[in-house]
């Protein structure tokens, strides 16, 4: 009778041992498909994803969509592979508006109406996301100790095609006599746009104006360039400063340098500051649980990054209105 007793005590330790070591396995099962733990050990609930996200359009939007990218990738979803390109604000609608196009499309300028009008036609819907806001800035090389302020008025000038502005002498008259070389990004840029439409009125610009793909190359040329004259956004000049210097700006009361702190939509420097864009293509948000958590993870994130990719934040209140439309489409 011991023994069966024995054999029996020994039959129900076995069970229990292999009941517990099921319930262990299935809490790391629940673990691994459902949840993350943070630092301390907090479960987040943040569901795993997988696939991937495919943006293009903006140079000048592109560093903070790709650091977004970046930190979306190694902290919040490492399934998920997000794609950033930088085409250019009109070569990116090209290919956001079209039949299994782009997810997103940033952009340094508001969609335009041929464009939401084709989307119309595709059956695609389209949602604008304002991400920050960008001081459109006229940078000049580094030996240039003369041209380091001018006035709205004087940029214009230097610019335009109608106007009889040459050498820099032709601005002031203690300026070098010597010409001036202008550069900026070519017409796939919103960048190019906003100029010529905002601040040229759409006047025509210096036939001899050397344009541009790469905002690099801009960097570059002006850099190797003792007369030359660009314009991009902040971002670029912020991240090339030992290369070029800024041209503080006199829109009417004194010379306004570009900065985090005077680009604003009613600051100081409010006249070539604009907001950027990115677009996203609600009907893949909605098949794609990756592309709208990725809409979600931007909106809530962009301004912790905005700063230290060139770019001023927008205010909370814009951002909540963004989040409560994402929150619809879910």
């Not at 001018?150 to 010409?179: R, Y």
């Amino acid at each position: 009778m011991r023994k069966n007793h024995m054999w029996k005590a020994i039959l129900l330790g076995v069970f229990v041992l292999i009941l517990v070591a099921c319930q262990g396995k299935a809490e790391d099962s629940n673990a691994n498909n459902g949840t993350n733990s943070d630092a301390n050990g907090n479960n987040e609930g943040t569901e795993q994803l997988e696939g991937s996200v495919v943006i293009d359009g903006s140079g000048t939007v592109y560093p903070l969509m790709a650091k977004l990218a970046e930190e979306y990738m190694v902290n919040e979803q490492e399934g998920v592979s997000v794609e950033v390109s930088r085409a250019g604000t009109s070569a990116g609608f090209e290919k956001f508006l079209v039949e299994n196009g782009t997810d997103f499309n940033d952009a340094s300028r508001e969609i335009k109406e041929e464009e939401a009008a084709k989307a119309e036609e595709l059956g695609i819907d389209v949602q604008e996301l304002k991400v920050a806001l960008d001081g459109l800035t006229f940078v000049v090389n580094k030996e240039n100790d003369w041209a380091t302020e001018m006035t709205a008025e004087d940029l214009k000038k230097i610019f335009l095609a109608d106007e009889d502005v040459t050498n820099w002498s032709d601005i002031n008259p203690d300026w070098p006599d010597e010409k001036i070389n202008t550069y900026g990004p070519n017409e796939n840029h919103g960048t190019y746009e906003f100029f010529f439409e905002n601040v040229l009125e759409e006047k025509d610009l210096v036939t001899d104006i050397d344009l541009q793909q790469e905002y690099s190359t801009l960097v570059n040329l002006i850099e190797d360039d003792k007369n030359g004259i660009a314009f991009f956004g902040f971002g670029y000049y912020v991240n090339n400063q030992d290369k070029l210097q800024a041209v503080s700006v006199d829109f009417g009361d004194g010379a306004v340098e570009p900065s985090l702190d005077t680009i604003a939509e009613d600051g100081d420097y409010a006249d070539f500051t604009r907001p950027v864009f990115t677009y996203l293509n609600v009907n893949n948000a909605k098949e794609k649980p990756q592309v709208l958590d990725f809409a979600e993870y931007v909106l809530n994130n962009m301004n912790e990054f905005a700063g230290e990719t060139g770019f001023a934040p927008i205010p909370d209140e814009e951002v909540n209105e963004n989040l409560s439309i994402i929150d619809s489409l879910k």
